[in-house]
C-alpha cells in the first residue's frame, strides 16, 4: 500500500468531518465521514478502507480541547501521522481576510471561504447553518485575467506578494473576504426558546405563512429570522460589490430554512430584475478549503 493520502479534518462544535486527497491531487475525493464527538472511535474502519496509507493530516478545529486530543491521538495510533491544526491569517490562497484582527476570525470560516473559493469566481455567499450560522461574504476576482496561472516563472506579478495554497502557487491575492455575520444556528434557536421559557415547548412545527399553533410559530419565526440575515446580507453585497453574489449553503440546519431562504431570494431577485439563481449546495466547503491548504508549505 503506498503512502500517497492527505487526511482532512473539520472537527466543528457537534460533529468532526474527515476526508481526504491523493497527494499532490489538487481536489479531495467525494468519500466524507461525519461523526459526532461521542463517536469518534468509529472513524477507525472508515480510515482502515483507504486506498493508500496516510502521510500527512491537515485540519481545522473548533471543537473543545479534549475532542482536539481524541482526534490527534485517533489518527497518531491508527495512521501514524500527526495532525497539523491550520489556523486563519491574513492571506492564503488568492483571498485575503480583511477582518480587522485576521487572526480572530474563525478558523473554519476562513478555510471554508478558501473552499468556496474554489466553487465561484464572482461575488460569492456562503452561509453555513451549523450550531452557529454565518454568512461571509468574497468578493470578486478584481483583476479577472491575473486569477489565471501565470504563462512562465519570469511572469510579472502585481505588488502583492504570491500567496501560499493555490494548485500551481501562481494564484495573487485578487479577492477578498469582505466580512460576515454570526447569529444562532436554527437549532439553537430553537432550544433556546424551549429552555429559557417556561411555557414553549422544542418546536416541530411547519413553516408557514400566517402560523397558527405554537410550534408553527417558532419554527417559521427561526426559519424568517434565518432567511432575514441571508436576505439582508445578500442585499448589502448587492450594494457594496456592483454584482449580485452567488449564494451557497452549508451545514446541518439547512433543510429547516431551505425553503424560506429559497423563496425570499428569489423574490428579491425578482423584485431588482435580476436573474433568479437558486441557492447552491456545498456538502463540505471546509474539507474543499483543507484541500486547497494541503500542499501549502509550512509557514
Known sequence: MSKDITLLVDAGNTRVKFG????????????????????????????????????AAVGVSVARAHVVAQIEELLL????????????????AGVENLYEQP???????????????????SAAMLASFGTATTIDTLGPCRLAF???????????????????????????ALRAFEGGLILPGPELMRQSLALGTAGLPYAMGESTD?????HSAISTGVAAAQAGAVLRQW???????????????????????????????????TDLGLPRLAPEWLEAPVLDGLAVMATAPLA
Open 235 to 269: 442585499r448589502t453585497a448587492l450594494e457594496r460589490l456592483g454584482e449580485p453574489p452567488r449564494l451557497y449553503c452549508s451545514g446541518g440546519g439547512w433543510p429547516l430554512v431551505a425553503d424560506e431562504v429559497q423563496a425570499g431570494l428569489q423574490r428579491l431577485q
Open 77 to 92: 495510533t491508527q495512521c501514524g501521522v500527526s495532525l497539523r491544526w491550520l489556523r486563519s491569517g491574513p492571506s492564503a
Open 210 to 214: 400566517f402560523p397558527r399553533n405554537t
Open 103 to 121: 487572526e480572530q476570525l474563525g478558523n473554519d470560516r476562513w478555510v471554508a471561504l478558501l473552499g468556496l473559493s474554489q466553487h465561484a469566481r
Open 146 to 172: 491575473d486569477c489565471k496561472p501565470a504563462s512562465s516563472a519570469t511572469d510579472e506579478a502585481p505588488d502583492k506578494a504570491r500567496l501560499q495554497g493555490a494548485e500551481d502557487n501562481s494564484l495573487l
Open 20 to 55: 481526504w486527497m491523493r497527494s499532490g491531487s489538487p481536489r479531495r475525493e467525494a468519500d466524507i465521514l461525519a461523526l459526532p464527538h461521542d463517536a469518534l472511535k468509529d472513524a477507525g474502519p472508515w480510515l482502515a478502507s483507504l486506498p493508500g496509507s496516510p502521510q
